[in-house]
């Protein structure tokens, strides 16, 4: 590489490359705030005085309504309410022409508030330039600059509670334990994704006894979300910020370890914000899913996905892969519908290019992990030997992949052109 170009790169990383200081989302940070701290500590004091459960029941209702209220306001609870209201009376009908209407108003509504700007500008644009300015000043006389809190979380849950009637499962019939279902505040920000079957018992199971291991193991949980989070993710966050202020500087091995570290840190903060969801949950008695288990270890893409965000791969694999298809038509169909899945995994956490890179990255060693071995013939069957015998290589050619597919999370897609060849000393 020439000085002129390695002059350019260098500006790259150093034009603000590294930005883990944001939040997975903005709105996880909600869980450490002042207000939220001091005022669910107030509602857990009166909720574990209350021996009722129906008293309870009320209780935690009204906190979820308040937290939402404050947090979202009004011009984000009104749309919420009203699809909310919507996807109620359509799972009440159990109807299947009215329940894919809610559906289709659900994913409309979605499409509409997060990924308007990314399909007019990144792909209306290109075709007809002349109709954007048009488009976007209609737009922003019906829709507010931000998307209603969460909406991400409410499309799949109210998607999953359609389609599970459909399915034949009974529909919820009192609009108060369907608000409580959508609004329950200690997974509304960041998961885990609950399926409602499985929540409305553990509620009411909840709500009815509160013992004291529900509260010891509740305080642990908690306690283990704000060390991952203040001790662990936000420390390794500024360590990893100030190495790549010097990133091209840094010897070859270094520059791996200060990539890799991406992947800690975006697993110690997430990680951290579902230990919190799962222990406020726990201290009121009831049991959400699990979203992670030490993915981090994994030895396959195949295995990390099974440890990842458990309740969004899942909710994928049971909303979007297994209805196109699943594995039933072969390798080649397989593998499309993987691909198809991972980008929409990619899209999910926001409307930009690098999300659907990161989607398509994923499927594709995902799908590189399921058939290699056949796909290569004896050398990939002597690698996969190798692998299953040498935990450590698995381990490693495993991680390589988590830190092209967590850049490509972090990074738009030029800078991690950038950082790529810095890692592959290209001008290093």
Known sequence: MDAGNSNKLIDVVRQGLWRLNAPMAAGEQMFTTYWFITTSLLFLCIYWCVRKAQIRYWLLLAYCVFFHSHFAGPAGVLPI??????????????????????ICTVVAALIAYKYRDFIIESLLAPVAPGMVPALQDSFKGVFP???????SFF???????????????????????????????PTLIAG???????????????????????????VSRVAVGFMKKLLVADNLTRWADFQF????????????????????????DFSAYSDLAIGYARLMGIRVPE????PIVAQSMKEFWNRWHISLSTWIRD???VPCGGSKFGLVRQCFNGMLAFLFMGLWHGAMWHYAAMGVAFGLFLVINLSYRKALGPVGKYIGIACDRFKPLAWCLNSIGLIIGFLLFKFPLDRVFGISKLLLNVGG
Not at 155 to 183: C, M, N, Q, S, W
Not at 291 to 294: D, L, R, Y
């Open 81 to 102: 309410v009203l699809i909310g209201l919507l996807v109620y009376a359509a799972g009440l009908s159990q109807k299947k022409p009215f329940c894919m209407l809610a």
């Open 155 to 185: 499309a799949f849950e109210f998607v999953h509670y359609l389609v599970e009637v459909l399915k034949g499962r009974p529909p919820i019939r009192k609009l108060t334990d369907f608000a409580a279902f959508a609004l329950f505040f």
């Open 319 to 321: 909303y979007i892969y």
């Open 245 to 268: 202020q010097h990133f091209w500087t840094l010897p070859l091995w270094m520059r791996w370890v200060v990539a890799y570290s991406i992947v800690l840190c975006v697993y110690f």
């Open 145 to 151: 600059a931000a998307a209603p809190l969460a909406i």
């Open 291 to 294: 979203n992670f288990n030490w």
């Open 192 to 218: 885990p994704i609950k399926r409602y079957h499985d929540f409305l018992p553990a509620l009411k199971e909840g709500i009815a006894h509160v013992s004291k291991s529900d509260v010891c193991a509740g």
